[in-house]
């Protein structure tokens, strides 16, 4: 458990850099708010850097008492890392001169030339997974090898990103949760116990991309018969390229707040899972977890989770599923529930703290 603020951290300064924050949504950015808001109690005076994702946005302001500072974010490749180098140069120098500590999320290119200004001081790398195309370019493999190699502390959300990108690590972890979220043995059985009288609530949550295993479950329901599908019901939490096909399937209601998710969460039996982050959550609100795998690469993501998610190779195998789960495994939610419930925030604050 994170103590309130003592006087060994007070005034403590914390850089955070992250290629996307709050407004923006996603697990990264839930990941740098819930850990950045219990570092703040903590005693540490925090600093975000990210991307002016819209121009709405302003460039300095406070979010949830952290203070976020965004840049104007180049679209073209080269002469882009050229522009981001020279606006974190000019514009935040004075943020990277005081910082004790700088937290990279990933992005850690885009300050490779402050780490070399600044080589005394601890740079922290978090790396949140894989870009999405497989098999992985080299170039992304090199780039990745060469952040690890940058970082004083290299913390990997996944053991198959050290597989996979040959990167050595000092901590890998999963994601957290909010202690408050987790529904106790008893309500995890009266939930279920109410489902059994409805349809079978399936939930989504995360992007609605090629690279999550949801073309699976699209793919899935084409299998089912008329008297499947009518006890179904699906609810895609999430946005992107496959939303039009997602809605000829169900309900799509496009990012919403994290309020939102953890109500549709509760309210469904089963949880298609797109990472880490959402399954632990739909474990914390007593849903059985499932998960696609179409390559090796997903596999391995997936491979010590078996016992705890159901994850399917193929269309067949998910449509098999949904034809036949009448029943839930309540032996399976409540050993789910007892391992959820250490896979806090806290936990992962904790450690970044022995770090720092």
């Not at 180049?74 to 890392?81: A, D, R, T």
């Not at 020279?86 to 030339?113: C, G, P, R």
């Not at 009266?190 to 079978?200: E, P, S, T, V, W």
């Not at 479950?217 to 018969?225: E, G, H, M």
Request: with cysteine; hydrophobic share 45%; glycine share 6%.
């Amino acid at each position: 458990m994170v103590h309130p603020a003592n006087k060994t951290a007070s005034n403590k300064q914390l850089l955070v850099i992250t290629p996307y924050f709050y407004p923006h949504l996603g697990g990264v950015e839930k990941h740098v708010l819930k850990t950045s808001q219990l570092l703040k109690q903590q005693g540490w005076s925090i600093d975000i850097i990210t991307q002016q994702h819209e121009l709405r946005l302003p460039v300095k302001e406070q979010v949830q008492g952290l203070a976020v500072h965004r840049f104007r974010f180049p679209q073209v490749k080269f002469l882009g890392l050229l522009s981001i180098w020279w606006q974190l140069l000019t514009k935040y120098w004075s943020l990277f001169a005081k910082a004790e500590v700088i937290h990279v999320h990933d992005v850690m290119i885009w300050v490779m030339l402050l780490r070399l200004l600044f080589p005394s001081k601890k740079w922290i790398l978090t790396m949140h997974g894989w870009e999405g195309v497989y098999p992985i370019p080299k170039k992304n493999v090199w780039l990745k090898r060469l952040s690890a190699r940058l970082a004083t502390k290299v913390v990997l959300v996944g053991e198959y990103i050290g597989q996979y990108y040959g990167v050595k690590s000092d901590l890998v972890i999963y994601g957290g949760i909010d202690k408050t979220d987790i529904l106790t043995a008893a309500e995890v059985k009266q939930k279920q116990q109410l489902k059994a009288k409805q349809k079978l609530r399936l939930v989504y949550v995360g992007r609605l991309a090629e690279d999550t295993g949801l073309r699976l479950l699209l793919q899935a329901w084409s299998k089912l018969s008329t008297r499947v599908k009518i006890k179904l019901e699906i609810i895609f939490v999430g946005d992107g390229e496959l939303r039009a096909k997602c809605e000829k399937v169900g309900t799509v209601l496009g990012w919403v707040n994290e309020k939102v998710v953890k109500r549709e969460l509760r309210l469904a039996s089963v949880c298609f899972a797109s990472g880490y982050l959402s399954a632990l959550e739909a474990m914390a609100a007593g849903c059985v977890v499932v998960a696609g795998a179409e390559n090796e690469l997903k596999e391995a993501y997936w491979q010590g989770w078996k016992e705890k998610v159901t994850v399917f190779n193929n269309h067949l195998e998910s449509a098999k599923f949904l034809s036949e789960i009448i029943l839930v495994d309540q032996q399976r939610l409540l050993k789910n529930l007892g391992w959820v419930k250490v896979q806090t925030w806290n936990k992962i604050v904790k450690k970044y703290l022995e770090y720092y």
